[in-house]
């Protein structure tokens, strides 16, 4: 998994439970949440950022940057999904019945047996089948 720096979008290689080699978890001055920051700016050894980095233009910056990679991780994620289903489509199969068996799955299964209740009663309310 890549974690990039919160300070110069520099990356590094992590696990889902551990940050980089030489990279902190630092505490944000604004709010209790943490940022994954690499060694080289944790030092204060990045001379293109403020030696603290908390500056109101950069913690907006940065919030931004993060949001614009995230936004385009969805897009990237949007057309993957989008291609397997014209590989499912291509196959042979109806894929407005696999988007329904996915939503389904999504559901706890309180929830699914609520909705399928409720659709039994308004299919016999309406004398459909």
């Known amino acids: 998994m890549t974690t990039n720096c919160a300070r110069c979008d520099a990356e590094g290689q992590s696990t889902a439970d551990a940050l980089p080699a030489g990279w902190i978890a630092q505490v944000s001055t604004k ?3 943490t940022f994954p920051v690499c060694g080289k700016c944790a030092e204060g050894g990045n001379s293109s950022q403020t030696s603290t980095g908390d500056t109101a233009a950069d913690q907006l910056r940065l919030l931004i940057e993060r949001i614009e990679r995230i936004e385009e991780e969805i897009k990237g994620s949007i057309d993957d999904r989008k291609d397997v289903y014209g590989e499912a489509k291509a196959t042979g199969f109806d894929t407005k019945t696999i988007r329904a ?27 459909i089948e």
């Open 31 to 33: 709010s209790p949440r």
């Open 101 to 127: 068996i996915v939503h389904l799955r999504k559901m706890d299964p309180h929830s699914r047996m609520e909705a399928d209740a409720l659709l039994e009663t308004y299919k016999a309310a309406l004398g």
